[in-house]
């Protein structure tokens, strides 16, 4: 029998997920008994996959540290990537591979976008957008008239950074931790409007208080808007967002975020967060297609901001302005929702706490050594699966490259002027097995050296 819409709310319920309201109140075509191919290409696979996750974490404990420990439950989630097993990838912060599920639906709708594209791809593909949208707004908490869907982050914060109304003089605080491509745009602004970018320090890590004094310290009468990220990608620190927000937003003062490691890493509602704007890549942690991405924006702000390709009149208060970019494919937004669904079948709060048992994993059984140096926080509240360390006597560029070159391992090396390290990233698919071979590689490399 052909699994339906009812029957995949059902297993998750069984398995004490709660279905996310986008899920359950999500309509277009998608009556609670109709196949579920009546209402997504290619998301029958997923709820098959889903259900045998759900059906994995059936009974489990309410309590998502607990479940995260559990090692048995999590052999399903491991399985649906279709990765070289071959690589030991800790490299998950900058793109991360789909889940099967997902690769799957994306080829599908990319092959029938080569029907006739005037009509597949055109009439069929791209109508079926709007549904995406709707549904990523309810998983973030906002209208779908507040969401443009983006190939990435950069392309969000980007429209956000080039489009706001700012002149000579105005000032922009970000901090030196900030993603380098918008140090670029700010640079930018700088040069060809007078604008004033001010970068901050922060320290490594950092407490909620010192980061938010920091922020409020910087704001001057001049200020337009603080530029911050939700985490910092160079150590995995999650900034307070709300608290800046609200600290700011009493200055008169616009905060945008820059969420690329935020959605589907750190459990968030737009409320929660109370943000105005957010930009995010759904090819990091949602695990969507490559090239994927939404920027978030507050209603009453869409008007204010300009869109890099300029767009038609009428559309100035209309969200979908921002996505004015020509012939694009649609199969990588119609996966999203696949990706969205095998998100579900785990829950954000598993998810999390999974990737922050996986990150203690490796750190733990290191964190005494006195040749280690720990530059993430390791409170649940303020770092998830990123953590950047430094190992004395070893530079970390030569590191990387050893651990690649010699045992096929990948990491991100940090250089930073305040401080440096690689950073390692697990993903659900990494194993406990994988992160003991990984802790006795670093051992090995510092004790025995590189040669
Ligand atoms: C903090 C941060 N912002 C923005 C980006 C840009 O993301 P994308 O290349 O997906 O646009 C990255 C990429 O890793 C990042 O780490």
Request: charged share 20%.
């Amino acid at each position: 029998m052909p699994p339906t819409r009812r029957s995949f709310l059902t297993q998750l319920a069984t398995a004490g997920v709660v279905a996310p309201a986008w899920l359950s109140s999500a309509s277009r075509g998608a009556e609670p008994g109709a196949p579920v191919a009546a209402f997504a290409p290619g998301l029958a696979a997923a709820v098959d996959a889903a259900g045998r996750i759900a059906a994995a974490m059936a009974g489990a404990s309410s309590d998502p540290a607990v479940v995260a420990a559990d090692e048995p439950r999590w052999a399903a989630v491991q399985a649906s990537w279709a990765v070289d097993r071959t690589i030991l990838n800790l490299e998950n912060g900058g793109v991360q591979p789909s889940p099967a599920v997902v690769n799957h639906a994306y080829l599908q709708a990319w092959l029938a976008s080569h029907d006739a594209p005037a009509h597949s791809l055109n009439r069929v593909l791209w109508p079926q957008v709007e549904g995406v949208r709707a549904h990523l707004a309810a998983a973030f908490g906002c209208d779908s008239e507040e969401l443009a869907l983006t190939r990435n982050t950069t392309e969000g914060i980007e429209t956000v950074l080039l489009g706001l109304r700012w002149t000579a003089g105005d000032e922009v605080v970000t901090t030196t931790q900030d993603y380098w491509r918008f140090h670029n745009t700010l640079r930018q602004r700088a040069d060809r409007d007078g604008i004033v970018f001010l970068p901050i320090t922060l320290p490594v890590p950092a407490s909620v208080d010192e980061i938010v004094a920091r922020f409020a310290a910087a704001i001057t009468p001049r200020t337009r808007a603080l530029l911050i990220s939700h985490v910092i990608n160079l150590t995995g620190q999650f900034l307070p967002v709300r608290e800046i927000v609200l600290m700011a937003r009493a200055r008169g003062v616009l905060v945008v975020v820059d969420g690329a490691h935020g959605f589907a890493h750190v459990p968030l509602n737009r409320d929660a967060l109370e943000c105005d704007i957010y930009a995010t890549s759904l090819h990091k942690w949602l695990g969507a297609p490559h090239g994927t991405g939404f920027l978030y924006v507050r209603r009453e702000r869409i008007a204010e901001i300009w869109p890099l390709f300029p767009a038609p009149a009428e559309l100035r208060g209309n969200i979908r302005k921002f996505e004015s970019i020509g012939t694009a494919p649609a199969a990588p937004y119609l996966a999203i929702r696949e990706a969205l669904v095998f998100w579900a079948s785990i829950g954000a709060e598993r998810k999390a706490a999974r990737l922050r048992w996986l990150r203690e994993r490796w750190l733990a059984p290191l964190a005494d050594e006195p040749w280690l140096k720990i530059h993430t926080p390791r409170q649940p509240e303020l770092a998830g699966a990123l953590a950047t360390v430094e190992c004395a006597g070893l530079p970390p560029t030569k590191l990387a490259a050893w651990l690649w070159e010699r045992h096929r391992t990948l990491v991100r090396p940090v250089i930073h002027p305040e401080f440096q390290g690689i950073r390692v990233t697990p993903n659900l698919y990494t194993t406990p097995a994988d992160l003991e071979r990984f802790v006795d590689l670093l051992r090995g490399a510092v004790l025995k050296g590189l040669g």
